[in-house]
C-alpha cells in the first residue's frame, strides 16, 4: 500500500510538472545594448539585484546569465550567479485593448504613467503591405524568456475584442505573407523611456525592428511572420552611496521601479 501511494505520488508529480512546462513558451530576445544593464562582479562573487520599488502592474523586471533563462525579479533581494556577469531588463505589461480611428492599440502601462495618453501605446493593422526588411543593429543582448502560455495574448486580424486584457500580459501578433501586420506607434517625446521591439519567434529568432517613440522616422514596420511585441524601458541610471541604482519610467516621465545593484561576496 505504502508503494502504491508513493508511485501515485511521483505519477502526481511528474503529471504536474509536464502541465507547467507546457503552459511556458520559451522566448529568444536580443535586445539592443543600449537598453540592457549589465554587471561583472569578481569571481567569487555575485551580481545582487536589491528591488526596493516595483510597481508590478505595470512593468516586469528579468535579469539573467550568459546562456541561461531569465528570472523574474521581486522586490527585495534577487542574487544571481557566482562569478558570472549579469543583465537586467524591464518590459512594459500589455493591459487593455482599445478602439481608435486607425486601427485597434494595444496599451502597455496603461495606467502606469502621469498622463493617460503618455503610456506605452501599439497599433496592430492586418493589410496586404509589403512586409519590411529587419533592421540591422549590432550590439545585442541575448535574453531567453520562458513566458506563461496563459499570460500571452495572440492576435491574428484586425477583429481583436477591446478592453482589459486581464491576465494577458505579453502581445504575440500572427502573420503571413497572405495577412501582413503593421506594427506601429506614434512620434511623442513624452511616452518617455519605452522602445517597443519586435521580435521573430522560434528557431533563430532576432530583434526585426525597435520602434522608437521620440524619432520621427522610426515608427512602424510590417511583418509577414509571428513576433512578439515587447515594449522595453530604458533604463536610466544614477547613484547612490557609491552603488548603481537604475530606475525605470513610463510616460512623461512616472516612476515604475528601482533596483539597486550591488556585489555580493
Keep these: 500500500m505504502k508503494n502504491l501511494m508513493l508511485s501515485y505520488s511521483f505519477i502526481c508529480l511528474i503529471l504536474f510538472t509536464a502541465n507547467q ?11 539592443d545594448n543600449t537598453l540592457v544593464n549589465s554587471s561583472s562582479p569578481g569571481a567569487e562573487g555575485e551580481t545582487v539585484y536589491d528591488v526596493t520599488f516595483l510597481r508590478s502592474e505595470c512593468i516586469s523586471l528579468f ?15 534577487n542574487p544571481m550567479d557566482q562569478g558570472e556577469s549579469s543583465y537586467i531588463i524591464s518590459t512594459a505589461l500589455l493591459q487593455s485593448v482599445v478602439n481608435s480611428a486607425d486601427g485597434k492599440r494595444y496599451a502597455f502601462s496603461e495606467t502606469c504613467a502621469e498622463n493617460y495618453k503618455s503610456n506605452a501605446n501599439v497599433r496592430v493593422i ?8 529587419p533592421i540591422q543593429s549590432s550590439g545585442q543582448t541575448d535574453f531567453m524568456l520562458e513566458l506563461d ?27 503571413s505573407p497572405g495577412n ?16 517597443v521591439a519586435i521580435m521573430s519567434i522560434g528557431q533563430g529568432s532576432k530583434t526585426l525592428a525597435m520602434l522608437n517613440p521620440k524619432s520621427t522616422n522610426n515608427l512602424s514596420f510590417t511583418v509577414q511572420e509571428d513576433v512578439f511585441i515587447v515594449p522595453i524601458l530604458k533604463p536610466i541610471l544614477t547613484e547612490e ?24 561576496g
Design 126 to 133: 492586418y493589410s496586404y503591405d509589403t512586409p519590411n526588411t
Design 180 to 195: 501582413t501586420a503593421t506594427i506601429s506607434i506614434n512620434y511623442d517625446t513624452n511616452r518617455g523611456q519605452v522602445y
Design 241 to 264: 552611496n557609491g552603488e548603481t541604482v537604475i530606475l525605470y519610467e513610463v510616460g512623461d516621465p512616472e516612476r515604475n521601479g528601482k533596483v539597486r545593484v550591488e556585489e555580493a
Design 21 to 31: 512546462v507546457s503552459h511556458a513558451q520559451q522566448v529568444n530576445l536580443r535586445i
Design 149 to 175: 502560455k496563459t499570460k500571452v495574448l495572440t492576435v491574428s486580424g484586425n477583429d481583436t475584442p477591446v478592453g482589459a486584457t486581464g491576465v494577458k500580459q505579453f502581445l504575440k501578433v500572427l502573420a
Design 63 to 77: 535579469a539573467c546569465n550568459p546562456g541561461k533563462s531569465a528570472v523574474q525579479l521581486q522586490e527585495g533581494i
